[in-house]
């Protein structure tokens, strides 16, 4: 099971960081996606990181912005938003699994989401 958190209402300019917890320590062994969705658009990929904290890959839309860390200790993945725009609006999934990459189709499990706002 895949808990995240720590979404919110933030101006365009500021930072959030968002939490994926897992309950279980073979989270440890998957690769994990972050991806969102804005209303009436299609879940998009936002980036990913290897099961072993190697391999980010980001969305252009975000490079540079945006950087996904994990902590297997805590069983824990993090997104780390800097210098959000009012187009990153949008509820903020977590996902785990193989092989993973930039589609839905790549992971098993998902979170439920955590929604984040940010106005101009």
């Known amino acids: 099971q895949l808990q995240a958190s720590g979404g919110g209402l933030v101006q365009a300019g500021g930072s959030l960081r968002l939490s994926c917890a897992a309950s279980?320590?073979?989270?440890?062994?998957?690769?994990v996606g972050w991806f969102r969705q804005a209303p009436g658009k299609e879940r998009e990929f936002v980036g990913t990181i290897g099961w072993n904290g190697a391999g980010t890959y980001y969305a252009d839309s975000v490079k540079g912005r945006f950087t996904i860390s994990r902590d297997n200790a805590k069983i824990t993945v993090y997104l780390q938003m800097n210098s959000l725009k009012p187009e990153d609006t949008a509820v903020y999934y977590c996902a785990a699994g193989y092989p993973g990459g930039r589609t839905v189709a790549g992971y098993d499990y998902w979170g439920q989401g955590t929604q984040v706002t940010v106005s101009s």
């Open positions: 279980e320590r073979t989270f440890s062994n998957y690769n």
